[in-house]
Each structure stands twice: as structure tokens, then as C-alpha cells.
């Protein structure tokens, strides 16, 4: 919980991460990658304010302690989603799984959701997969890595068949919040990695399901915008762009969020501070401080307001992820936050599974 | 490039000089990020630039992370050398990308002149040519935002910015850019043409569809330009030094 001014900000971090990137989880022969992989993570961190900034040591693993720390205690977080990154070909255990998450997580009961991942080339296999995990940490999400090099397949796209049935699994297992990453990566190699065109198919073919992109498309944003305009399902996840550009490069902020308010809108973007690139703290107190400059090149820009910043801190995310929110967070007008697709009645949020 | 001097190729005319190494840096400047449509030297990418006496250039190119992606990595080392080693007096070039995942099957590649989908054997199997073009487009939507809104700051309404061609807009670099970006890919870039068109087919646009155009030009060259401001946060952060030609933002 954020206060400040006398209003009450009920916070959700919706995208973090919980790794060990240490020199112990090398895969002997891939160590290069593994060490390039968290040092270019660090250079992110390198965008924050210098306070922030980590040593690579730390970077590469911290303790659970560090985590209850920087993204409850001193960070706002009320409840945090974790999103998995397996990357098991350059970490032996996995970057960070599912199963680190939750082994964690699951010693705070209440603090964390734990979202899962599939990869529509494993078959039945994976959509078995996708059950058992559903069922052990009761996820409502996944991030999916549709540009992962897998086996000789030069990554997927969310509208082929196989993806579909994991899809169609996804509906049937109430796992509705598809986190799909669209922003920096390597693989594959001759294509443009970024494109989202197959966001806006898939979100048009299954209306029961959100789209989240994370990232929002960087590099691509205008590609993004462009299609999230359109899909009353499609979410902007903001991790990179507060923790990337409020402080580092604060001009390009505002453009960047002027340009998401004017085509994705308030209620359909949502904080995630892309934990342990960069911790909360910072990026909350900023972001609720944060006012679209006054310069003649941003007037055509909307505005935002407390409720704005409420909704976007973590009523739309509570809103998709059942969270159920105290009253005195709640905006005072009513005005709704996140459009209101999802049916049911908020439930006690839980981590379940635990 | 037509024609380029290939490494130890004897086809530099004798008693050619070798140029300078500032020459040499010049002719980099011609060599852009496809992603972020600026020169290679602006960015900071280029952290030495060397000629011998005997005309054999070397540069070395470094990039703001280690995974940055291959593809765009792999054009850029393409591109210096093609710039480079058109140049009269250079007898051999090396362009050696530093510290990057693919460096050696980029800088071999290239060396070699083997392409892309060779030099990258069984990971791509197409040429860069269609996402080349696919970001000239990005950067001829963010040019028309850069010629335009000083334009419509200056109260010209859309559906006079429609009316206007190429010849009759005001000389400005950023509408230099905006036709040599055009020409590149073959769109209409003459005095006669007109100042906004679909990139995708050079086709003018209606009344009706320039409001959303000049919007979706803007969006463009936003994200390019915050693209362009990471980037350049974390070269920065790598390194701590400025690129040869860097120019601060």
C-alpha cells in the first residue's frame, strides 16, 4: 500500500521475477550466455536511479529476504505476480521456474500469484504440464516467450494451431490472463522477433481471455498501440517503460505514456516493475508524483488523475486477477477500472496451491 | 555498394593514399541502426577506426548489450564494411563487432561475405532485405512526423499538408531524410510527389485517412526515439566511454 497526499494507492506489482543467475546455475558449456543474459539484465538496472543500482553479485542472486524486503517492505507491493522464465539451456535449474517461485512464495501466503508458462511445441506433454501446474499453484496467468528457440523451431506465434489448443486449454482451466512477451529479444534470428500481429488474432478469437503485453511491444511500441486500440482485450504491461524511461530518459517518458493513454487508455494499462531489474520503491513513488510535463509538444496528450494512477498501480490488475481489493483503496466516484470482461465475484485472494 | 573492395583484393588502384582514419569515420557515418535510423557514429557504436600506412582499415564496433539482436548486429557489420572498404586508397578492411553473443559468426560472416542466412547456418534461412525495408517504413512514418508538425504547429490544417508535394514543402535536413529514406525504398521521392503517402504501397492518401496517418507518424517516431534513448542509456552504462563521432542526447 502507497499513501500519499491522503490517498491510498492499493499497489499490484504485475510482473517480477525471483532468480538465481549465479555462476551455480551456470549449464557447463553455456556459461557465456548465462553470464551475457543477467549482465544485459543489469545494464537495465544501469537506467534507474544510481541509488538503486545493485552490484553483479547481488544482481545475479539475490535472497529471499531481499525480495520480502524491496517489494513489500520498503517497495508498496500488496500483491506481486510472479512471471516465470525457464531459459533451462543456460541455467540448470531454470532462470527462474514456476516451482522457485512458488517454493518461496508459498511461505507468505497471500503476498504473491503465481503465473505459469507454456510453449505450444511440447505437445501434450505441455498441456498436461499446464494442468498439473494449474492445479499445484493455482495460477490464472502465464508469460508465454513466443520468440524462444526450442529444439531447431525458430520460435511461434500465438495463432498457430498448437498454440491454440493450449489456448483453448488456458479457457478451460480459468487461466485467463496470457502474459505474452513482445519486447526485446535474440531469437529468431532473421525475423522481425516484435511483430504482434498474432496478439490481435488470438485476441479476437478468444474474447474470454486477456492479452497482456509486456513491454508494450518495445521497440515496436506504434505496432502495439496500432492493434491494442482495437482489442478490447489487450492489456499494456508497463514493466521497462517506468523502470526504463521515468528517470533515465524522462522526456521520452511522457511521450511514451501520452502515447499509451491516448491508444490503449487508463484502464487497460498496468504497473509491473520488472523486480529484481528494478525495485518498486522508486518507480511508485515516482509514477504517483509523476505529471505530463507542461511543453507545447505534449498538449495533444490525455491527462491523468489520482484515479488514473489508482487504476493503473493495480485496481486494473486486481480487476484481472480476482484480487479482492480493500474499500479504502477503492476509487471514491466509482468509476470502473478495467473494462469489465471478466464475469464472477472477486474472491479472497489466496495463493492457493500453498 | 557497387562493386566493393574485397579483403586483399588487389582492385585498389596502385598509388591510390589510404585515407585518413577521420575519413574512414566519415564514411561511417552513412552506416545507420536499421532499428533506430541513426548512424552507427551518432549512437556511439564505433569505438576505434584505424588505416595503415599500406591502406588497410580496421573498426571495431561495439553494441549496448551482449544479446542485442543479431540480425540488425549483423547488417550494421555488413554495412561498415561495404562503406569502408569503397573507399579509394583501402587495400583491405576488417570490421570486428566486440563483445556481442554472435560476434564471431557475424564478424566471420562478413569477412567472408557469406550473407546472413549462411553465416548464421541453420538458424535463419532468409536474407535481412524484407525487415530492412520493413524499418525504412517505420523511419518514413517518424520522417513525415518530423517534417509535419512543424508544419501543423504553423497552423496548416491535414487537408492542406495533403495538398502539398516534396518541391513545396519547406527545404528543411529532416525533409532530405524523409525523400532519401522514400528513394531507398523506392517510393516516390520527387518534387511531384507527394508529402504523405502509405509507405507500404507510395499510394497519396485521402482526405479522410490524414488526420490518422499524421497520428500514427507520431506514434512512430516516438517509439523509435525512446528505443534510440535505452539503447544509448545502457551502451552507456556498458562502457562508460563515448563512441568515436558519439553525439550526446
Redesign the interface.
Known sequence: MYEKDGEKYFVVDGHMHYWNAAPDNWVPGAE??AK??I??FH??Q??GPPATHWTIEHFQKYSEEDLMKDVFEDGYVDVAIFQPTYLKEWYKEGFNTTERNALMGEKHPGKFIYNTRWDPRDGDAGIEQLRKNVERFGSKGCKLYSAEWNA?S?GWKLTDPAAYRYLEACQELGVKNIHVHKG??????????FDVSDVDHAATDFQDLNFIVEHVG?????DF??MATQEPNVYAGLAVVIG??MH??PK??A??M??LLF?VGEDKMLFGSDYAIWEPKWQVEGFVDWEMPDD?SLTDYPRMNTASKKKIMGLNAAKLYDIKVPDEYQLKDGTPGAHEVLGGQPEEHAASGA | MTNPVTAGSPSAPPGEAPPGAARVLAALDAVRDP?LDEPITSLGFVSSCTVSADGDAQVRLRL????C???FAFLMVADAYDAVSALPGVRATEVVLEDH?ASDAINGGVAARAG??RS?D???????HE?RA?FLR?AV?AGTDLVCRPLA?AGVEPPALAALTLGQAPPSPALERLRQRRAELGLPAGDDAPLLIDPATGAALGDDAVPLHLR?AH??R??????A??CR??L???YGTSGLGEEEQ
Open positions: 557465456q550466455y551475457g543474459w549482465e544485459c545494464a537495465y544501469g537506467l531447431g525458430r526485446p529479444t535474440i531469437w529468431p534470428l532473421d525475423k522481425d522477433a518495445l521497440p515496436r511500441i506504434e498501440c496500432f526504463g524511461l533515465a530518459r521520452f517518458f511521450k511514451v501520452g502515447e491508444w507545447p | 532499428e549496448p548489450t551482449y544479446f539482436a543479431p540480425n553473443f546472413f542466412a548464421f541453420g538458424e535463419a534461412v532468409g536474407e535481412l525487415l520493413d517505420k512514418m504547429a500514427r506514434t512512430t516516438v517509439s523509435i526515439e525512446a528505443n534513448g535505452i542509456g545502457m552507456r552504462h556498458r
